[in-house]
């Protein structure tokens, strides 16, 4: 899915940064790696809103009985 894409890219991300120890690339993992969070959070907020909406669907039906 698209969340544990995104989340393992954040783990390799993470391993970069602390492997990195030029300040322009640790700048520019620093940036994708922020990218890459807003990008889960915003993922994870609409998980969480399509969640709470269906918890709160209400299904209705009705049974006819038809008699010949």
């Known amino acids: 899915s698209r969340l544990r894409n995104l989340e393992a890219a954040e783990e390799q991300l993470m391993t970069l940064m602390e492997n990195t120890t030029d300040l322009e ?5 620093f940036r994708e790696l922020t990218r890459t969070r807003e990008q889960i959070e915003v993922l994870q907020g609409h998980i ?3 969640q ?3 918890s709160m ?12």
């Open 52 to 54: 709470e909406s269906a």
């Open 25 to 29: 690339q640790t700048m520019a993992v």
């Open 57 to 68: 669907s209400m299904i209705s039906v009705s049974l006819w009985l038809k008699l010949h």
């Open 48 to 50: 969480k809103f399509l």
